[in-house]
């Protein structure tokens, strides 16, 4: 029994592994690039491209960024931080920071826009855009509005904080989706009629635990599925209006939550405050982005079918596609002959970057031996003391008188070392310290796994490099940018190891 019942562990196994390989073989290949910034450096919290792709938008700390993506990107509002934007059907950008909404026209001008009454309609943290509908989520609930001045409250909603808000189109009409109170509300409005014209307001029923937090964001018509509810640790999908929700736990790293989600490049992309993950379908495998996107929180993803952007404290980084990969002939033996095994440069980086084993090794023992130490005192001491002494007299002696003086002086000096040792047997039990030491090990321990996965992408990906390097005519067009490109990754493996890479591919 024992027997059939390995043979069969060993068939599932074989089977996930070719499974894992056929998706690794259909994952796109993507380029990261980083935006080009006014301000290096600048966090970024929102990104939205318009609807041909022509222009992105980026919102940070201190403001909001415009361009065309890949190109260097002009300042265009200096009020911050930005909390979401998005660009408008007359091409216009409606950007909520944390104290007021402003509306960016086309020409670049910026004007302040009125949602409605009190400090609770202008704390907008969602905007979405669908046809001729603009909604914003605010901290009294759902607004509406055409052109981003007039505003209008729909009544069928119900009044409280908005949590995020969704535009879709549905047929002849639009549907607005948000989350008010710990709750689910679609809205459906007719795109011709006034916004002031009662809509048809309907809660829609989840099949939610405790444990499932609230849906913090939504997609529609992806593959797969009609709808799609992201929650911070799952997923909720259904195929059609008329089927119910199916509910997706998706792997992602320890302790991560999702905050966005989107359907760009031919695969699915989940931004978590622990960095970007990746999917080919709604199922998984999820797996850690390439670095330095699947390394860093994520806040905002921006994509369609040629590109990704995603913002976070990095700044924004854009993926897009690479040219697909000719199966290149054999390398020569040459190639690459020089360079050293990946261990070898793993070990270099850690010991350029002091990172090895052995230092939290030493900072362990140290902590252990500390409480046998004795704690040493030391005490100086030092007296003077000065005595004097006059003493007078008057003789008479054969008619004539004498005065006598008499002087004495006397100094004593005393100096005393006190050395004691004292021990705190308690300590020697279990030092207080090495609870720092732990979190210190947890640190470089994370530390170390970032290092060594940038590392291994550089090495491996210079490897490519060459392999399709070598499969060209060195004297070609297409030969530089691969060449720089070696280049550019050698120079990455230099900065980690300290030059150590250079020298060591080129010694004999």
Known sequence: MWKGVAAALALLLSQGLAAAALASDREPRVIWQRAALEASGEAARAVALDARGERVAIGGERGVLLGRPGASLERALRRGPVLDLAFLPDAAVLVATAANVYRIGRDGGAERVRIGTGEAAHAVSRIAVGGNLIAVASGSGVHLSRDARVWHRPSPLPRGAAGWVAVRARGASLEVWTWI?????????????????????????????????????????????????????????????????????????????????????????????????????????????????????????????????????????????????????APPATLGAGDPPITEVHRAALAYLALEPSRMRALRRGAARRGWLPILSVRLGHDRDTVQRREYDESFLSGATRNLFDESRDQARDLAVDLTLSWDLGDAAFHPEEIDVSRESRAVIELRDDVLDEVTQLYFERRRTLGQLAALDPEGADALPLRHRAAELSAGLDAWTGGWFSRRAAAP
Do not use: K
Not at 276 to 292: E, H, I, M
């Open 181 to 329: 109170s710990g709750q689910l509300w679609t809205l459906r409005v007719d795109p011709t009629a006034p916004l002031v014209e009662a809509a048809v307001a309907q809660r829609v029923a989840l099949p939610l635990t405790p444990r499932d937090g609230g849906v913090v964001d939504a997609v529609f018509d992806v593959p797969g599925a009609d709808t799609l509810l992201l929650l911070p640790s799952a997923m909720l999908l259904r195929a059609s209006a008329a089927d119910g929700w199916r509910v997706l736990r998706p792997s992602l790293p320890p302790g991560a939550a999702a905050l966005r989600i989107a359907h760009a490049l031919g695969c699915y992309w989940l931004a978590t405050d622990t960095g970007l993950v990746r999917a080919d379908t709604l199922t998984g495998p999820w797996q850690r982005a390439a670095a330095p996107a699947g390394r860093l929180p994520v806040l905002d993803l921006a994509g369609d079918g040629s590109s990704l952007h995603v913002a976070g404290r990095q700044g924004v980084l854009r993926a897009v596609l690479a040219e697909p990969e000719a199966a290149p002939p």
